[in-house]
């Protein structure tokens, strides 16, 4: 899972957040657990537009603070696109690589794809990288 980290503080009755790596983030809530819920709401909003105009979404740089936590379906078509791009491989050359059609891979780089894990094997063995999964 990806994490990004939000700076949370008390104001008055309210606790404010902001997001270094997604400064365009304000928002609130009414208890720290509230902040954090909302925190992660506008990440997950601002990610999912990115990925939907084909934009990579930003790499986390900031590591402390409140972690932010990404669930699954976000993070691995973020962490499927970034892994290719370091390698500078194209969908095609990608898809060549694990014999699958590159349109079946720009779908998993998308939202809402539902991988199997045989597939999700697939592309990681292709992209040499390793993806563990874990309780937090």
Same mark, same amino acid.
């Given at each position: ?10 104001? %008055? ?5 902001? *997001?270094?790596?997604?400064? #365009?983030?304000?928002?609130?809530? #009414? ?14 909003? *601002?990610?999912? %537009? %990115? ?21 699954? #379906? ?12 370091? &390698? ?7 898809? #060549?690589?694990?014999? *699958? &059609?590159? &349109?079946?891979? &720009? ?30």
């Amino acid at each position: 899972m990806l994490r990004y980290y939000a700076e949370i503080e008390p104001d %008055d009755e309210d606790w404010i957040v902001t *997001m270094p790596d997604y400064p #365009e983030i304000h928002t609130y809530g #009414e208890s720290l657990e509230h902040a954090k819920e909302m925190a992660l709401d506008a990440l997950k909003l *601002m990610i999912a %537009d %990115d990925l939907k105009d084909g934009i990579s979404a930003r790499k986390p740089i900031h590591k402390s603070g409140h972690a932010i936590c990404l669930p699954m #379906e976000l993070s691995f078509p973020i962490l499927i696109r970034w892994a290719r791009e370091e &390698q500078k491989l194209s969908l095609e050359s990608l898809a #060549e690589k694990i014999g *699958m &059609q590159y &349109q079946n891979i &720009q779908k998993l780089e998308r939202l809402g794809s539902n991988p199997t894990l045989k597939t999700v094997s697939k592309i990681a063995q292709g992209l040499g990288i390793q993806i563990e999964m874990g309780s937090v």
